[in-house]
């Protein structure tokens, strides 16, 4: 008989299905009750987003009512990441991209172009290259954006584990930081492509099957394959550019996904057929959805955009700032330059959003909460735009003028100039009674649309704001200029990045739009600084207004115990001058004398006392603030005073002092005797110890003190302090380079310095022929054009200083207004009266028939008037500046109308020789300024037949 079995198929298959079961119970257990909530929150997570709705950005408005930047809607097309459109990602785009080859969009100029997918990413082809929005020679920018870039996209763990194992960058030190960014920086753009390649999955494409991906990853998790050779074998089926198509979206959704949930832009500002074609299709395309938003739109283009600026999104440097104010760093734009960047707060608005669920393919299926956005405040210039319009281009035309006579040298008095290089200018006006700009002008300038509208910033317009090619420019600026001079004498190499010359600009010679000249740059006023002179001296009671009180042009100035001379521009000289013929014929021996004067009676700040009344400079004892008030950025200029003065030579002497330290020898020291020497180098570097670098530094510091505390009588003293610091320095040098110095070097050393620093540096402090030189705006005075355009409005409005403003208003959405600027007096000046008659009379013969500026202003009406005066301020001393190709700033200051002003102007155009070059600038203004009373005048025919239209 045979034995029962109880262990039989059935009893397996029932065993089988009750462990079956049993589990699957267990798992809905799970994550029904025990862990119910995780599960909840995961599923919510993944079916619920975030889409933000963007707040309009105020607009900015001119005085009379045009809009200068407003908004427009735009279609995107975004694409919302579900696990199901992960998926389907590759067949998605692929048909995406196909529908965006065939779509076209209208341009601005009426033609037709492609359709292009959003490209932020700074990585490029062909070649292989990042792009990054900073300025080509700005090195320090640019290196910590690359290394921001590869950080964000996880290289950093790469370079870490490769030279620091498991630890964290928090742990290591300063030095091994230092190494690691370097490593980082090795990574080359390339390498970072098929890096790219293989992390965002790129190689599926390719289409293999699941056992050959599987055996790609095994591969590579054994380091049996590179990254380099994975993408070799997409690039065989593909080129770089179509393959960086989804890497610009896999990018993007790998930046988003630091930050939550939410859509990617994949093309924007598209076309509305484009968007309408999308919608009818969308659903064969998971994930992918159209959305309107705003952007920034500048309607006049160029016009203003020196003071405007523009937005852009949130680069490298500003990135921890603004993600603590709460802003979304991957898809947020900011104000980033002019009024957009200094009231980003009042002008950007609340931005809104609305919590969706979504389903599996990516569409909304349910609005669960929504916050609207609130609109940006719109701002209300004191800006005229048509008066602007006017201004660039008479400033612009005049340029192109002066850039016609390359070649041509234009004389005055002593002088050559050669104008050819007149490619830079600014111009400012000013309403003389509230401080406010009704213009102001930087040429050459850009358009703020190539920032703001997606694909208008093409490759050719990134390399031409960020990287210019200074070595072509040199080569033709070098035949056009007819100078002697090579590419690397005036473009510097700075350094070599990605195998491409970053130059440096040396001498200022390449025209640069983002750089605001009518605020950023400084120049010596030249002659038009004269009034200042005339205002300080009659104030002073050195000279009178009287037409008797004359001053005879001996051509060469000269003082007694003085071997320098100073020289007027006349060969001849002028004669008996007067303070009136003084201006007009902008006489510098008669300013040299009243220099003199007023150094005799009040020392070397005698002209700096008035200068910084006037907002040309800030007393440096003083708490005052370094602005002309203006609310964007500005390079605010000094007028040449004793305490500035020390501080540069102090700050600069290290140069001074290196550079005699390392040639070894010294002739004339002390009276005439050579003193030679071991060379010996004071410049602190990294190879030096810690014992070295302190000695370096504390001789460089008690030359500093000396210069400081002027201790011009004090040459034992300092050499008796000097000889202990040089032989702490020889004694911390290492061996084999202390064996060189011999016993008298430390003596040497220490008498030659002190030499230089008391019979040298501390002379040049205190000559007066500081004063002499500051009296014809020349040595080291140094204003923007703003400055110099509200000293002419302060003192033709009777000496009320007031700050210089841009924004007269803000209001809200409804038309409310939030808050009014009203004129600001920051000083106000006791000035006689009859000063102030004599300068303007003085002022006023400079436009008249012999002035320096008759030429531009023949035929303007008496009825009206005008006054002003000319200034030639040279760029470098020493026949530096022809030897470039430079040569002076021709500079133009006045105001009008003559009895009662209105406004006062300044025009500056580097390198145009003369201020008689520019002052055409001036007229154009005037007659746009005073448009309807010159109409109304019978007979008067205008110079410039401009239109007023923006």
């Not at 400033?395 to 003028?401: P, S, T």
Request: with cysteine; proline share 4%.
């Amino acid at each position: 008989m045979k034995k029962k079995r109880f262990f039989n198929r059935y009893a397996a298959l029932t065993i089988g299905m009750l462990m079956l079961f049993s589990f699957m119970g267990y798992r809905l257990s799970d994550i029904q009750i025990i862990n119910a909530d995780y599960f909840t929150d995961r599923a919510n997570t993944k079916a619920i987003r975030q889409i933000a709705e963007y707040a309009p950005r105020g607009k900015i408005i001119d005085k009379n009512g045009v809009v200068l930047a407003e908004n427009i809607q735009s279609y995107n097309l975004i694409y919302m990441e579900t696990d199901e459109g992960k998926e389907k990602f590759f067949g998605t785009f692929q048909e995406v991209f196909k529908i965006l080859d065939r779509c076209k969009r209208k341009n601005d100029d009426g033609t037709e172009s492609r359709e292009q997918p959003f490209d932020e990413l700074e990585l490029k082809v062909n070649p292989y290259r990042f792009e990054f929005s900073c300025r080509g020679d700005d090195t320090e920018t640019r290196t910590a954006m690359e290394i921001l870039f590869k950080k964000n996209r996880g290289l950093d763990d790469v370079v870490r584990q490769k030279l620091f194992k498991d630890r964290t960058e928090a742990e290591l030190t300063e030095e091994e930081k230092a190494v690691f960014n370097k490593e980082l920086l090795k990574i080359s753009p390339e390498e970072v492509f098929n890096y790219l390649t293989v992390k965002y999955d790129l190689w599926k494409l390719l289409g293999m099957s699941q056992g050959e991906a599987r055996n790609l990853f095994i591969r590579k998790t054994k380091g049996e394959i590179t990254d380099k050779e994975i993408t070799e074998m997409v690039l065989k089926k593909y080129p770089p550019e179509f393959l960086r198509k989804f890497m610009l979206v896999k990018d993007a959704i790998y930046l988003q996904s630091f930050s939550g949930y939410k859509p990617v832009t994949v093309a924007a500002n598209i076309d509305k057929r484009t968007a309408f074609l999308f919608e009818q299709v969308k659903s064969n395309l998971p994930g992918i959805d159209i959305s309107l938003r705003p952007i920034r739109c500048y309607p006049k283009h160029e016009l203003g955009s020196n003071f405007i600026g523009y937005i852009s999104k949130i680069n490298a440097a500003s990135r921890s700032k603004y993600e603590e104010r709460g802003y979304d760093i991957s898809t947020d734009y900011i104000g980033t330059a002019g009024l957009e960047s200094a009231f980003e707060d009042r002008l950007k608005g609340s931005k809104g959003g609305v919590t969706v669920r979504i389903n599996k393919e990516g569409r909304k299926t349910e609005e669960l909460f929504r916050l609207d956005p609130y609109p940006g405040q719109d701002m209300i210039l004191t800006i005229d735009s048509k008066l602007q319009a006017v201004m660039e281009r008479a400033l612009n035309e005049r340029m192109q003028a002066l850039q016609a006579e390359a070649g041509r040298l234009h004389k005055e008095g002593s002088s050559i100039m050669d104008t050819g290089n007149a490619t830079r200018g600014a111009a400012v006006v000013i309403d003389v009674n509230t401080g406010g700009i009704l213009a102001m002008a930087s040429l050459p300038g850009y358009d703020p649309n190539d920032f703001t509208i997606p694909g208008k910033l093409t490759t050719e317009l990134r390399d031409k704001y960020f990287y210019p090619d200074y070595e072509a420019f040199a080569r033709k600026y070098i035949k056009r200029m007819k100078i002697n001079k090579s590419v690397d004498e005036l473009f510097s190499v700075d350094s070599v990045v990605n195998g491409k010359v970053i130059r440096k600009d040396k001498f200022d010679i390449y025209p640069k739009p983002f750089y605001n000249y009518a605020t950023f740059s400084q120049m010596p006023a030249g002659s038009a600084f004269k009034p200042l002179t005339a205002i300080a001296g009659l104030e002073e009671g050195v000279i009178t207004p009287g037409r008797r009180d004359v001053i005879h042009d001996r051509v060469q100035f000269t003082v007694p115990g003085v071997s320098n001379v100073w020289s007027c521009y006349s060969k001849y000289g002028h004669g008996d001058v007067d303070i009136r013929k003084a201006l007009e014929v902008s006489c510098n021996y008669y300013f040299y004398e009243v220099g003199n004067r007023l150094y005799n009676k009040n020392g070397l700040d005698s002209l700096a006392k008035y200068a910084w009344r006037f907002g040309l400079g800030v007393d440096p004892n003083s708490k005052a603030k370094k602005s002309t008030g203006i609310e964007i950025s500005e390079n605010f200029g000094q007028v040449f005073n004793y305490k500035s003065m020390k501080a540069d030579y102090a700050f600069y002497s290290k140069h001074t002092i290196r550079d005699l330290l390392v040639s070894g020898e010294y002739h004339g020291c002390n009276g005439g005797g050579d003193v030679y020497f071991t060379p010996v180098d004071i410049t602190e570097n990294r190879q030096d110890s810690d014992a070295l670098a302190s000695a370096k530094a504390a001789v460089k510091a008690k030359v500093r003190e000396y210069i400081l505390a002027d201790r011009k009588n004090a040459y034992a003293s300092l050499k008796k302090e000097l000889i202990p610091l040089f032989t702490n320095l020889i004694n911390a040098e290492p061996e084999n380079i202390k064996v060189k110095y011999k016993k008298s070097d430390p003596a040497n050393m220490a008498e030659v310095t002190a030499d230089t620093v008391v019979y040298d540096i501390l002379i040049q402090v205190n000559t007066p022929g500081n004063i002499y030189n500051a009296a014809i705006g020349q040595g080291e005075d140094s204003f923007n054009p703003v400055q110099l355009a509200n000293y002419i409005a302060t003192f033709v409005n009777g000496g009320t200083r007031y700050s210089v403003h841009l924004v007269d208003k803000f209001i809200d959405h409804t038309g409310d207004v939030v808050q009014q600027y009203k004129p600001v007096a920051l000083d106000k000046i006791d000035l006689k009266k009859d000063t102030i008659a004599a300068v303007k009379e003085g002022m006023k013969k400079v436009t008249d028939e012999n002035g320096t500026a008759a030429d531009s202003f023949v035929g303007f009406p008496e009825e009206i008037g005008s006054g002003g005066k000319t200034g030639s301020a040279t760029f470098k001393e020493n026949g530096v500046q022809e030897s470039v190709g430079r040569t002076s700033y021709g500079l133009y200051v006045g105001f009008a109308p003559y009895d009662k002003p209105e406004i006062a102007v300044c025009v500056v155009i580097f390198d145009a020789g003369h201020g008689g070059f520019v002052s055409d600038v001036a007229r154009a203004v005037y007659e746009a300024y005073f448009r309807d009373r010159l109409k109304a005048m019978p007979g008067f025919v205008p110079k410039f037949t401009y239109t007023l239209n923006p």
